[in-house]
C-alpha cells in the first residue's frame, strides 16, 4: 500500500477555499449596492400627477410628470440668421431682409471647385422647374469670394442656363461674413487651410442645401446628393410657400439641366 502523505505533505487547499469565498462574496455586495443606488424606478408618482409620454427632444421620449419635458434647444437660431450684406451677380446688394418674405434654399459652392460642387449647383438646377412660379428662391453663395466675382459668378450661372433666372442668385462678398453666415447662421462645416496652391484642397464646405423660411430662420438642411432628401426639400419648400398641392411624391426633377459644370466654369 503506498503510505499516505504526511501532514505537512498535503495540498493546501483552504486557503483557496477562503478566497473564493471572499471573491463571490464581494461579487454579492456589490451587486446588492448597485440594487440600491438605481434607486426604486416603480415608486408611484406624487397624488394628482400623471406620467405622460414625452418628447424630451435630443433626448427621445420619456416618461415625465403630465409631459412637461424641458424644451431641446433649437439648432437653429429662433430669430433667424445673422445679418449680412452679399452682392449678387448682377452688382445688387441683397441682405437677409432683401431675402424675407420668400422661402429659400442655400447652396454654398465655388467655381473653380472640381469636385462636389458641380453636382451641388446641379442639383440646385433640378429644383428651378419643380419650384417655378412658387415664388420659392435659390441662392447660390461662394466660399471662394476673392476669386468669385460678380463677372465670374454671371458666366458660371451662364453655365446653368439662370443667367436671366430672376429667382436664382449668386452671392459674393467678404469672406469672413461669408464663413460666419454658414458657420454660426446655417450651422454647417466650411474653411479655409493656407498653404494650397490647388482651391480644392484649401477650401471645404458642406454639400447640404440649406431650407430657409420667410422669417429668416433655417428650417433644416438636406442632402443634395441624396434624391430622396431632394424630394423632402421641395415639399418642405413648396409647403412653406404655400404650395403644397404642387409638389406630387413622384414629382420629376427637371431633365433640362446641363451636365456638371466643369472646374473654371466661371472664367
Known amino acids: 500500500m ?3 502523505l504526511a501532514p505537512a505533505q498535503r495540498p493546501a487547499r483552504r486557503p483557496l477555499l477562503w478566497i473564493g469565498a471572499v471573491l463571490w462574496g464581494a461579487v454579492f455586495v456589490a451587486l446588492i449596492a448597485a440594487f440600491f443606488l438605481r434607486g426604486d424606478r416603480s415608486a408611484p408618482p406624487e397624488p394628482g400627477v400623471e406620467l405622460v409620454a414625452a418628447d ?26 445673422p445679418a449680412f450684406a452679399l452682392t449678387e451677380r448682377r452688382g445688387a446688394t441683397v441682405t437677409h431682409e432683401t431675402l424675407e418674405g420668400s422661402p429659400w434654399i442655400a447652396g454654398f459652392v465655388f467655381t473653380r471647385c472640381a469636385t462636389v460642387c458641380p453636382r451641388v449647383t446641379k442639383a440646385m438646377a433640378d429644383l428651378r422647374k419643380p419650384l417655378e412660379g412658387s ?7 461662394t466660399v471662394d ?9 454671371t458666366n458660371y450661372s451662364d453655365f446653368y442656363n439662370a443667367k436671366e433666372d430672376e429667382d436664382w442668385l449668386f452671392l459674393t462678398g ?5 464663413y460666419t453666415l454658414i458657420g454660426d447662421g446655417f450651422k454647417q462645416p466650411v474653411g479655409y487651410e493656407d498653404g494650397h496652391v490647388d482651391p480644392n ?20 438642411k438636406y442632402n443634395s446628393q441624396n ?28 431633365d433640362d439641366a446641363p451636365a456638371d459644370a466643369p472646374a473654371g466654369a466661371g472664367e
Open 201 to 220: 484642397q484649401a477650401i471645404f464646405h458642406t454639400n447640404n442645401l440649406m431650407l430657409v423660411g420667410p422669417d429668416g430662420v433655417v428650417r433644416g
Open 227 to 254: 434624391p430622396g432628401e431632394m424630394v423632402k426639400l421641395r415639399r418642405a419648400a413648396l409647403e412653406l410657400a404655400g404650395n403644397a398641392e404642387a409638389a406630387p411624391a413622384d414629382a420629376a426633377l427637371a
Open 145 to 153: 469670394p476673392e476669386y468669385d466675382t460678380p463677372e465670374i459668378l
Open 2 to 4: 503506498a503510505e499516505s
Open 56 to 81: 424630451g427632444g435630443e433626448a427621445g421620449a420619456q416618461l415625465l410628470p403630465n409631459g412637461e419635458a424641458p424644451p431641446a434647444e433649437p439648432i437653429y437660431d429662433p430669430e433667424g440668421l
Open 174 to 178: 467678404d469672406r469672413g461674413e461669408i
Open 135 to 141: 415664388g420659392v428662391k435659390l441662392v447660390s453663395l
